[in-house]
């Protein structure tokens, strides 16, 4: 009701006081309101007090008796703005029932929040002919939300400051709360959410997803998840996250526990100290396959000596025996050869001898993606040498083989190797691309096509053996690699084929065996090389 109403009689029959005041307020008001626990008072239209019930004489330490006929104001304490009485009364005169807070004084001139309804009690031509107020202390509770607001401000604002990525994620993976670092890393994806590439590379590393761990509390930290950015840059983070349960606060919920839970990540840059490390661990590996390849090379010499030498002196132990077969004792030649055949023995067992032992290396779980891009990173100036522009699709997701990271660093090495000379004879395009994935029996393979000329017949048959090169243009190689590479691939249960590409260029497929090493070791003795 809009309309201002007037009051119908004077200020003075209204307030009920003297022997008014029984009439006005009547015995049905005082029996409703005398054990409501709220304090609860009835007044005329100006606010002089005709009734106050326990409730209100306990609250603000007046009684019935010294309170009657005087004005609600002596409640009144100054920190209350004008405005706020100028509302009170612009409502209530108009019959509308207020409501609102406003600051009180006891008798003994303590203070109080009031937290405070008026309603307007009309008659039946909607005169207003009195008010009821009605009131509680609401001094703790509003303490309470005062102290919720500011943590609540103290909270966001450290988050917000917080120089790591803050990302809360609910059970259908979407962003409840992020702070200004996410945001930022958001606008670095260019607007993809980076809860996706989180959420994403969580179950990959994890098996998790959002429900799972909601499910089953499953708490993780230092999980290293790598973004890759608009520019194609690589951001490391190392992700932790803790459930986080929210209370249900509807009005249906009150009874029940069936909060929404969600998961609270926390991402810390690290991409300063990751490329700090892989540095680090470039240069190790440069120093560590740089003393590999010089023993190497030195085996592949003697190893290719020991098979050159071998043919000769198997021919001539065949013709030995064959004269003595022919019982011929006296045979000139016999003695002369049998001489030569010892000779070539020592020379043989000299050379084993000398043949540098590689480090007994224990085999161990091995990630061939990460064994590739190792020899990339030490390849590089080669690489770059020979123009050749390096396609890599490592699979996203590859389990981890048995075997002997050294030796296998060797074995991409060999074949990156023979790539780039490959590609430096062809001319013309100059690309490597290499790919890995899981094979159907849970191995692993990588793809190596190189743009080079490819392997013709006469290659394809003779390129595992020892000394055997193709490469027209260069003096450095004695033509073992792709016969190590076969070696150490065999030697750790896998396979190599070699073959050419549709469009003529050489293929390399190399399966890395998921299974144990056992059947596929082979009893290579140290230093001996067998074909
Ligand atoms: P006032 O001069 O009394 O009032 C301040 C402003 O309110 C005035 O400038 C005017 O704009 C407006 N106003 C005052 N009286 C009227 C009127 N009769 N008609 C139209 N406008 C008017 N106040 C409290 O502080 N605490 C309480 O718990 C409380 N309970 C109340 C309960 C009821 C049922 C009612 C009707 C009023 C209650 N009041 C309460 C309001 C109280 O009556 C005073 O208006 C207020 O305390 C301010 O008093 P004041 O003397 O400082 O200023």
């Known amino acids: 009701?809009?309309?201002?109403?007037?009051?119908?009689?004077?200020?003075?029959?209204?307030?009920?006081?003297?022997?008014?005041?029984?009439?006005?307020?009547?015995?049905?008001?005082?029996?409703?309101?005398?054990?409501?626990?709220?304090a609860t008072s009835i007044t005329d239209v100006h606010a002089n007090i005709l009734y106050v019930n326990p409730a209100f004489e306990q609250l603000t330490g007046y009684s019935q008796e010294e309170i009657a006929g005087k004005n609600?104001?002596?409640?009144?304490?100054?920190?209350?703005?004008?405005?706020?009485?100028?509302?009170?009364?612009k409502s209530i005169t108009s019959g509308e029932v207020w409501h609102g807070r406003l600051v009180n004084r006891r008798k003994n001139q303590s203070k109080y929040l009031a937290d405070l309804t008026v309603v307007p009690v009309l008659d039946d031509d909607g005169y207003v002919l009195h008010y009821m107020g009605m009131h509680r202390d609401v001094t703790d509770l509003?303490?309470?939300?005062?102290?919720?607001?500011?943590?609540?401000?103290?909270?966001?604002?450290?988050?917000?400051?917080?120089?790591?990525?803050?990302?809360?994620?609910?059970?259908?993976e979407r962003v409840a709360?992020?702070?200004?670092?996410?945001?930022?890393?958001?606008?670095?994806?260019?607007?993809?959410?980076?809860?996706?590439?989180?959420?994403?590379?969580?179950k990959d590393s994890l098996g998790q997803d959002i429900r799972d761990l909601c499910k089953k509390g499953f708490d993780f930290t230092a999980v290293e998840v790598s973004l890759k950015t608009d520019n194609d840059d690589t951001r490391w983070f190392a992700c932790s996250a803790?459930?986080?349960?929210?209370?249900?606060?509807?009005?249906?919920?009150?009874?029940?526990?069936?909060?929404?839970?969600?998961?609270?990540?926390?991402a810390s840059d690290i991409t300063h100290q990751r490329r700090r490390y892989e540095q680090a661990r470039t240069n190790a590996v440069r120093a560590l396959m740089a003393e590999q390849q010089m023993v190497q090379g030195m085996r592949e010499v003697i190893s290719g000596a020991i098979f050159q030498m071998q043919g000769p002196l198997?021919?001539?132990?065949?013709?030995?025996s064959m004269l003595e077969r022919q019982g011929n004792s006296a045979n000139s030649l016999q003695e002369p050869i049998n001489q030569v055949i010892a000779a070539g023995q020592t020379a043989l067992e000299r050379l084993k001898l000398a043949m540098p032992n590689t480090a007994d290396e224990p085999v161990g779980p091995v990630n061939v993606n990460e064994i590739i891009r190792e020899v990339l990173d030490v390849s590089i100036d080669g690489l770059l040498r020979e123009g050749v522009v390096v396609e890599w699709n490592p699979a996203s997701v590859l389990?981890?083989?048995?075997?002997?990271?050294?030796?296998?660093?060797?074995?991409?090495?060999?074949?990156?190797?023979?790539?780039?000379?490959?590609?430096?004879?062809?001319?013309?395009?100059?690309?490597?691309?290499?790919?890995?994935?899981?094979?159907?029996?849970?191995?692993?393979?990588?793809?190596?096509?190189?743009?080079?000329?490819?392997?013709?017949?006469?290659?394809?048959?003779?390129?595992?053996?020892?000394?055997?090169?193709?490469?027209?243009?260069?003096?450095?190689?004695?033509?073992?690699?792709?016969?190590?590479?076969?070696?150490?691939?065999?030697?750790?249960?896998?396979?190599?084929?070699?073959?050419?590409?549709?469009?003529?260029?050489?293929?390399?497929?190399?399966?890395?065996?998921?299974?144990?090493?056992?059947?596929?070791?082979?009893?290579?003795?140290?230093?001996?090389?067998?074909?």
């Not at 939300?145 to 609910?170: F, G, H, M, Y």
């Not at 803790?242 to 926390?266: I, R």
Request: hydrophobic fraction near 40%; aromatic fraction near 6%.
């Open 1 to 38: 009701m809009n309309e201002t109403k007037q009051p119908k009689r004077p200020p003075s029959e209204q307030t009920g006081r003297g022997d008014g005041e029984a009439p006005i307020v009547s015995e049905v008001y005082r029996k409703a309101v005398e054990h409501v626990p709220v």
């Open 242 to 266: 803790t459930k986080v349960e929210e209370q249900d606060m509807s009005a249906a919920g009150y009874f029940t526990d069936n909060g929404a839970c969600g998961v609270l990540l926390v």
């Open 177 to 202: 709360f992020s702070n200004s670092a996410y945001k930022e890393l958001k606008r670095d994806l260019a607007g993809v959410e980076p809860s996706q590439h989180f959420v994403g590379a969580l």
């Open 314 to 320: 198997n021919i001539m132990s065949a013709a030995s």
């Open 399 to 531: 389990p981890n083989v048995p075997g002997r990271a050294n030796a296998l660093r060797s074995l991409v090495k060999y074949l990156v190797d023979n790539a780039i000379l490959a590609i430096r004879d062809q001319g013309g395009e100059r690309t490597l691309l290499i790919n890995t994935r899981v094979t159907e029996n849970g191995d692993v393979l990588m793809e190596m096509r190189d743009s080079g000329p490819g392997f013709d017949d006469g290659i394809l048959i003779k390129a595992y053996e020892p000394l055997f090169t193709a490469w027209t243009k260069t003096r450095s190689r004695p033509g073992m690699g792709l016969t190590l590479a076969r070696q150490i691939i065999l030697d750790q249960g896998g396979s190599i084929e070699i073959k050419n590409t549709l469009t003529g260029g050489g293929k390399v497929d190399v399966v890395f065996a998921a299974a144990s090493l056992g059947h596929g070791l082979r009893a290579l003795k140290q230093g001996v090389f067998h074909p």
């Open 72 to 89: 609600e104001s002596i409640l009144s304490d100054k920190a209350t703005p004008l405005s706020v009485y100028k509302d009170l009364w």
């Open 142 to 172: 509003n303490q309470l939300e005062r102290k919720v607001k500011n943590q609540d401000a103290l909270i966001s604002s450290v988050i917000e400051a917080a120089p790591v990525v803050i990302v809360l994620i609910d059970t259908t």
